[in-house]
């Protein structure tokens, strides 16, 4: 199995080695955006090479990123589009936050404040815990103004933050660098080389590492910056914990174009509380140990599906899984075979139907 330094050159997948594959694991694990559906459209093929899978005595699951949505939820959007999956089969980020807080005895007397999605305080709750914020925060404005202080729960014990397409400067706090100047209420901030510059955007600004031009910011608007009510937690509450359910810069969040993930919030985050996440989501393979107990299946014997390198390939290599790209999503193959490229999954094939037409079904 191939490591992340001096690795093989993936294969690409083809009739020569899909039996080689298919016969060393009982388990298939599949990223769900730009791997199974983009938005809310399934991507040819699916459904059939799941049912195959599944009548071959393949064990499927999905391990998901995207935190907008519970287990419940997935489960039935799923269903909407046709595939039948139970909740138990669905391990999202939303879930593995909740599940960071019960494996680590997070007092359940504590609350929780969310910037994310529904999915994350439907998955709190489910585990006993209060979770504050989400999207009923996203209407919120703060005033700021002379001797007006700013009064945020000292019960909250964590902040967990997630993808937010309602995040605002209630929510958020910022203390813009030095170096920058924002150029009227609507901006791109951009890093390359190592040198800040800021130009005129439309709609939305996005601060841009020279590694990859990953996403490092959030989209701001006059009314729309960085993290106030989680920093203030994160910063004053004695012991508070700041959970990132993922650090994706961009994700399939409908089925046309990529947009700003979970990473632009996460990165807020960082720049105004000085303070580096717990990571619940992929790369980091605490999903893995609870899926591994739960099914009582070695990651030995596990393929991970995905379409991202950094998050989908390496989760599975990190949990010591075979892996399978698909470049249906994020990756294109350029990008896989770029020589600064050092993530290289042991296969890599177009999408997940091809592994029907190799089986030859």
């Known amino acids: 199995m191939s490591g992340q330094n001096g690795q093989a050159p993936a294969e690409l997948l083809s009739a020569n080695n899909i039996t080689a594959l298919f016969d060393s694991v009982d388990a298939f694990l599949f990223d769900c955006d730009g791997v199974i559906w ?23 699951i999905f391990v998901t990123n995207n935190s907008r949505r519970s287990r419940r939820q997935y489960a039935h959007k799923f269903h909407s589009l046709g595939v ?8 999202s980020s939303s879930f593995a936050a909740a599940m ?42 703060v005033q700021l103004k002379s001797n007006c202080l700013f009064e945020h729960d000292k019960n909250v014990g964590a902040v967990v933050v997630g993808l937010d397409p309602h995040i605002n400067y209630y929510k ?5 660098m030095d170096e920058a100047q924002v150029y009227g209420p609507i901006s791109f901030l951009f890093s390359k080389g190592g040198e800040m510059g800021v130009e ?16 490092k910011s959030v989209w701001t608007n006059s009314d729309k910056r960085y993290n106030r009510y989680g920093t203030l937690c994160i910063r004053e509450n004695p012991g508070c914990l700041f959970i990132a359910t993922n650090r994706d810069a961009v ?12 990473g632009c919030m996460v990165a807020a985050m960082c720049a105004s509380t000085e303070k580096e996440p717990i990571v619940v989501g992929k790369p980091s393979t605490f999903m893995m140990e609870i899926l591994s ?14 379409d991202r390198l950094d998050t989908d390939i390496l989760f599975g290599q990190n ?25 290289q999954p042991d296969y890599y094939t177009n999408q997940v139907s091809d592994i029907l037409e190799l089986l030859g079904q």
């Open 38 to 60: 983009k938005g809310d459209k399934l991507i040819d093929g699916v459904r059939q090479t799941l049912d195959v899978l599944r009548s071959k005595g393949k064990k499927l």
């Open 84 to 91: 039948s999956v139970s909740e138990d089969e669905i391990f």
């Open 100 to 141: 960071y807080l019960k494996v680590n005895n997070f007092p359940q007397e504590n609350k929780v404040y969310v910037i994310g999605g529904e999915g994350i305080l439907e998955e709190l709750r489910q585990a006993g815990y209060t979770g504050l914020g989400g999207p009923e925060d996203g209407e919120k404005r």
């Open 172 to 176: 958020l706090h910022v203390r813009l």
């Open 200 to 215: 005129p955007g439309h709609g939305f600004s996005i601060l841009l590492s020279n590694e990859k031009d990953f996403l």
């Open 251 to 262: 994700g399939h969040l409908t089925d046309l174009q990529e947009w700003p993930g979970a």
């Open 293 to 306: 107990k739960k099914f009582q299946i070695a990651s030995s014997r596990m393929c991970m599906v995905g």
């Open 319 to 343: 949990a010591g899984c075979k892996t399978l790209l698909v470049l249906s999503g994020v990756t294109t193959q350029s990008t896989l075979q770029d020589p600064s490229n050092n993530i």
